[in-house]
């Protein structure tokens, strides 16, 4: 009949096997022979059969969807290439599982509960969270539930550091920092400033503390610091904030792209050329090309990292994408970060 869907039995009827075969099948359990199993799947793609996850979540006892929880409001999240770099990532490794995801974001403190809910309510098997600030309860939401979660950026919650079980990935943050401001003494700026994203964010505070070791070790002039809230009008705040305070400042590091291309815009207002006046450096490598002048830029693998945070939660559930067990035990991971020198510095 038209607009009718193929059903289990259906599907053993056109197999020649038993309905209990089929469903072990469709529902990855073992013990059915290859070519068995070869004939099923032959069948559910001739009929078009598509498995109904209410039932089958009753066998597996799993729902077949994973929460990404971002802990930034829509406006943020939907505005910041970053957030949907990393998002392309972590579905494509979903999808590579066949499993939903479920985004969730948090516009404000009166969310944390609506999340919380939903997180212990059992409609997810698992949870990936980032951009998470030091007091957020989400974490400690998550771990009440005993939900499986893998987080995003280095956890900078009390009793973090000692918890063993605790799977998250980052980038050096302190050691691209670093880089970044090197580059900038080396091409010989010595009043540079620091344009920093939220302090409660562990990647934000790690960028901030790279940028005063390579001013330590060089003798440079004390540190010149303004807080752009990781926004594109955030980094103009503080850039003109920051010539105020020190006109002749002769460099800036922003601590992301969004800052830095806002940095831009005030320096340009202000008639300050690029670099020759104002050496200017971003971090995260997103779109960074495209700026006037091309940005100077740390590189993090953004949607590298989403797909390492599905991974590592796939891994936990026992749904590896590529299908191989983890060789050892899982662990945390912490991916390299690599200055890319264009022309605004």
């Not at 290859?34 to 001739?46: G, H, I, W, Y």
């Not at 969730?104 to 698992?126: F, K, P």
Request: glycine share 12%; charged share 25%; hydrophobic share 40%.
């Amino acid at each position: 009949m038209h607009g009718s869907r193929p059903t289990l039995e259906a599907v053993a009827a056109h197999a020649g096997v038993s309905r209990a075969t089929v469903s072990r099948v469709v529902n990855g359990g073992e013990g059915v022979r290859k070519a068995l199993r070869d004939r099923v799947q032959a069948s559910v793609a001739a009929l078009g059969y598509v498995p109904n996850r209410a039932a089958r979540s009753l066998v597996t006892r799993r729902t077949g969807a994973v929460a990404v929880v971002i802990a930034e409001p829509e406006t943020r999240v939907f505005s910041d290439p970053f957030f949907a770099q990393q998002l392309r990532g972590i579905s494509r490794e979903l999808s590579a599982c066949d499993l939903q995801l479920v985004l969730l974001l948090l516009e404000g403190r009166t969310n944390h509960d609506r999340i919380g809910r939903y997180l212990a309510g059992g409609h997810v098997d698992g949870a990936l969270m980032f951009s998470l600030h030091r007091d957020d309860p989400l974490p400690s939401m998550a771990g009440a539930t005993g939900l499986p979660t893998v987080f995003g950026g280095r956890p900078g919650w009390p009793g973090a550091e000692d918890d063993p079980d605790l799977l998250y990935v980052d980038t050096d943050n302190r050691g691209g920092a670093r880089q970044a401001v090197t580059h900038l003494l080396e091409r010989g700026r010595r009043r540079i400033a620091v344009i920093t994203g939220p302090l409660d964010q562990t990647s934000a505070q790690d960028r901030l503390d790279g940028y005063h070791d390579a001013l330590g070790a060089a003798g440079a002039d004390p540190a010149l610091v303004a807080h752009g809230h990781f926004t594109a009008e955030g980094g103009e705040r503080a850039m003109a904030e920051l010539l105020d305070r020190r006109p002749d400042l002769d460099a800036v590091f922003a601590c992301n792209d969004l800052m830095a291309s806002g940095a831009l815009r005030t320096l340009r207002a202000r008639g300050r050329r690029v670099p020759e006046d104002v050496a200017v450096v971003g971090y995260d490598d997103l779109e960074a090309a495209w700026a006037d002048p091309a940005l100077t830029t740390v590189r993090q693998d953004v949607q590298g990292m989403g797909r390492m945070m599905a991974g590592l939660l796939l891994r936990r559930l026992g749904l590896a994408a590529d299908g191989v067990p983890p060789a050892g035990p899982l662990a945390p991971v912490v991916t390299p970060a690599k200055l890319v020198v264009r022309d605004s510095s």
